[in-house]
């Protein structure tokens, strides 16, 4: 689809093929050079590690077009880091830090007429993917592994974008164990989530709220994003636990919270403590922030502000975090990683 075709504001958060893609080897004990390839299919054999025993994770970041017209990466050393600790925790090789941002800054320098024009409210989604590809039968990692980064313009997660959706708490199936692998990126916790979140968008729920698992009593997270609210008193509380993602964008907005006054609370956080939030947000590289109008748990629904209106808080936050990737506030974090085009 030729660049000049597209519908800036009106796209959808799903796979466009852009220009090129980059992609390294680990063989021999060590990480080749990073090759840029236009074509996005690639080979792999049938025994790979990946797609038997699941040896496989990616990131999610994102690079917007600024006010002054420059490219911009949101904060892509923490995914590099994070991308280190899911490859440990599966027995991966990681990827130095220094390959992943390479690759990352490439993947947007090499389609940078695919970066959305600034205004739009559009972004460029780069998806780097760590994979096991050495061929195996019997169950252990593999001894070589690829990484891949490809990247496209989006919209919004959700097509109505920063506006009120309705939750349901799921309670028939888990997220993640105890101790097991939730708080890291490995693709099968999607999978794993897959039934339940579709389950609750079938009941007209666009995203689901899920508990611990141990018993079901405190809130763990969304199923694609963190779970945050803002108590009565102005508290912004994010759940603590070791079952869930560490997101980089509640990592973020904490901060933004901070400088607004706001104190800032990471602790478990009981289902019977909704009653004591005014707002509540699920939050993610994709969504940005989505705000929350409802949670329903079998017969009883909490309500947060208003149905059709963000609540104040965080609108606040959004249009912080959104101000200083989209180059319209101050960078006073040093979060963005400016890209030139190659």
């Known amino acids: 689809m030729p660049q000049r075709q597209l519908d800036w504001s009106n796209l959808g958060f ?3 093929r852009t220009d090129a893609c980059l992609r390294a080897d680990f063989t021999n004990g060590k990480w080749g050079e990073l090759a840029a390839c236009a ?5 792999i054999h049938a025994a790979a590690v990946c797609l038997h025993y699941g040896q496989a994770c990616f990131e999610g970041l994102k690079a917007f077009r600024r006010k002054d017209g420059s490219a911009a990466l949101f904060r892509p050393h923490e995914n590099a880091k994070r991308m280190a600790d899911t490859a440990r925790r599966v027995m991966m090789e990681p990827p130095p830090l220094e390959l992943f941002i390479d690759a990352v800054k490439k993947t947007v320098a090499l389609n940078m007429d695919w970066v959305p024009p600034y205004g739009t409210g559009a972004s460029f989604y780069v998806r780097p993917l760590l994979i096991g ?3 195996r039968v019997g169950v252990g990692p593999a001894s070589e592994y690829s990484l891949f980064s490809l990247g496209m313009p989006v919209g919004p997660y959700y097509k109505n974008g920063f506006f009120p ?3 349901c708490i799921q309670e028939l199936y888990d997220r993640a164990a105890p101790l097991g692998v939730g708080n890291v990126k490995v693709a099968g916790n999607y999978a794993a989530g897959m039934y339940g979140d579709f389950e609750g968008k079938h009941k007209g729920y666009p995203i689901c709220l899920y508990l611990d698992s141990a018993c079901h009593r405190y809130i763990d997270e969304f199923g694609t994003s963190n779970f945050f609210g803002i108590t009565k008193d102005d508290r912004y509380v994010t759940p603590d636990s070791g079952s ?3 997101s980089i964008t509640n990592r973020s907005l904490q901060t933004i919270a901070e400088s607004m006054g706001l104190k800032v609370e990471r602790r478990k956080i009981d289902i019977e403590e909704l ?3 005014k707002e509540i947000g699920a939050c993610g590289t994709a969504a940005v922030i989505t705000p929350v109008y409802s949670v329903t748990r079998g017969d009883k629904v909490y309500t947060f502000g208003k149905e059709n209106e963000a609540g104040e808080t965080l609108t606040r936050l959004f249009k912080e975090i959104q101000g200083i990737q989209y180059g319209e506030l101050e960078d006073k974090y040093g979060w963005m990683l400016p890209v030139g085009k190659d």
Not at 39 to 43: E, I, V, W
């Open 275 to 277: 009653p004591d939030f």
């Open 244 to 246: 869930i993602l560490p």
């Open 165 to 167: 959706v309705k939750a």
């Open 39 to 43: 074509d996005p299919m690639f080979s």
């Open 133 to 135: 590809t050495s061929p």
């Open 14 to 16: 799903e796979y466009i």
